[in-house]
């Protein structure tokens, strides 16, 4: 059983759309963050979040962690096919990172 | 300004050779994570590292499996008498001090067991 469930699995959509993935626990966690990991690469840290209702922004990418900090969701406006990968969220209460099964997302240009 | 270095990215390894991983964090992080993803499985947590000491071995199998991480150069995982199960993907991650949850991960090191 996944600590971290990410929906969608899978998401394939076109150059210039707007696509929002999310991360759900019904744990409590400190801190969470979100990573993209490209084919035999790993994870590249996009942003770490630690205060609950916190939003941030990282150009056309937009993070949130919910009020109780128990979820979180990334949303990317006007994607490009360079936002193509596997997106990963994390979250920990020390130092153990526990990841998502993550979710691929695919932009066609 | 290198990120954290892992080498080597492939190895291949017989049943019941040993298999030695290297990982140089990042200039001024002191502390070692590492993860292994197994396929078709998410990111776990084996062992967490400081110079010289293991602070969190938990998540590591307890037989065949030790990480150090010596005063002087690279932390190194090392796998004796490998099995097929071990074939995966190895994952270090390194953090400043005092900020446990911003870890920045290497390119992996993919171990294939024959």
Partial sequence: ?109 | NAGVMQNPRHLVRRRGQEARLRCSPMKGHSHVYWYRQLPEEGLKFMVYLQKENIIDESGMPKERFSAEFPKEGPSILRIQQVVRGDSAAYFCASSPPYSADTQYFGPGTRLTVL
Avoid at chain 1, 72 to 88: K, V
Avoid at chain 1, 99 to 106: K, R, Y
């Fill in chain 1, 1 to 109: 059983t996944q600590l971290l469930e990410q929906s969608p699995q899978f998401l394939s959509i076109q150059e210039g759309e707007n696509l929002t993935v999310y991360c759900n626990s019904s744990s409590v966690f400190s801190s969470l963050q979100w990573y993209r990991q490209e084919p035999g690469e790993g994870p590249v840290l996009l942003v770490t979040v630690v205060t609950g209702g916190e939003v941030k922004k990282l150009k056309r990418l937009t993070f949130q962690f919910g009020d109780a900090r128990k979820d979180s969701s990334l949303h990317i406006t006007a994607a490009q096919p360079g936002d193509t990968g596997l997106y990963l969220c994390a979250a920990t209460n020390d130092y153990k990172l526990s990841f998502g099964a993550g979710t691929t997302v695919t932009v066609r240009a």
